[in-house]
């Protein structure tokens, strides 16, 4: 016998992963939660049968969800993180001791307990005594907040299901009200090569770029998600993503990373032609 | 009824194309050689179940073995390509006026037979006339050959069946007396991220760094390929991929492309940490 865990990317074309067991399955108010274990990749967490992270390939996602802005923000104290029930973010930031206070709000309480139990490469970020965290949906919590943040990290889910709200227009709006006056956004932004996924990118740079002088996008190469070429947003009000880049700072920093580096960092702007072409579509 | 092909990326890893039809198949003298036809990424061909390309994304890594050579040697003339039995190289290749003379030495007349017939996308690069097509092995071809050519395009197959001996150091020395004092080679240097294509991929980088002096890596999102994170290797005698590049001159030649830009070519050859350390491992 051998058990497969296959992820539709899109409706033709199937992602699968050998898996050795099922370590955890709960359907919560939420959505579908999921935890496998896997030769070729380790533990992995899919959420409505969508690969959300796995052991082998999640620090790539979450250094370059982390580092780009702590490394352009001269000094990002108070910081908010939107998801990351699953605490890869929260270890990224654990790192820099210059950060004072996070507040992580999660949606699904049963994401952080099933991390906490089965996904310990990531849930150790939980540790942090500088973490509040708040069980409530992102979009009514940043409503409330003003001038306030350094840097707001969204590290939503699809923009299907529970994380939609966190892609439209008054959240991003929310966003900028909830930031000090040279805060950054920094925003999970999809893939910019299958359809769906690539609508969702363009929508999401169109309202972020409405919202804020400077509106930058990067990327990574990410194995396991659909076509493994991943965006995020660089969203700011003052700071530019390369320009205001310290090198030196950063690297005196002495953070062992294993894909993020400052050449790559600026490498990581420079996008494809056909990626351009759709950001400067939507400006 | 629902048709897939699955490309087993590793032993537990695999890659779904839903599939309308078979258009071809084959079993030459050197691999079996099929041809699909797909809603998601139109035609694709496969050699012995290994995607080789399809028509929705070969255009990156066309472009990707081919321009950041042309656009950093100041007059490449002479050109010799291996393997590149679909034609899409010679199509990018086609796009310089200033190129004399293109040597193609494909090892499979059959793979170009059923290019010409079934992917016009790729095959429309065999009708330029500076062309001529050579349907013997590459390693052979290259050791006849003494300080002839600007430019050398290793197209391989993966390291293992008939591309297998484009893989060795003798091949990377015979390609190093076959270019000219001031030439450049570049090769498809498989993935980084799952351990056998890795391998492939420090093996590769080694012999080749002996051989050159100048040895550096670049890379590419190309989503059909294992784990869609993708190098190439550009070894070099004289001109260095970064401070030789000509941006200005190359955007004067106003070439369409859909990935490859000046600026990108700078941020390609910005690795990942990982990556960086696994090429140091054997220099």
Redesign the interface.
Known sequence: MSL?F?EKQ?????????VSRQLFSKKSDFQKIEIFD???FGRFLALDGIMMLTEK?EH?YHEMIVHPAMAVHPRAKDILVIGAGDGGVLRELARYKSIKHIDVVEIDENVVEAAKEFLPQTACGFKDPRIDLHFEDGVRFVRRKSDCYDLIIVDSTDPFGPGEGLFTKEFYGGCNKALRKDGILVNQHESP??KDDAAAMAHTHKHIFKRFPIAKVY?A?I?TYP???WLFGFASKKYHPLKNLNSDKWNALKIK?????T????????????V?EMLKDVE
Do not use: C, M
Request: no cysteine.
């Open positions: 497969w296959t899109t409706e033709n074309v199937g992602f699968s992963i050998k896997s030769e070729e390939d790539i090569f299958y990327q190469h194995p076509s493994g070429h990373t294993r894909y993020y580096n050449n790559l960092h600026l490498g990581a702007f420079a996008l494809p032609t056909y351009e």
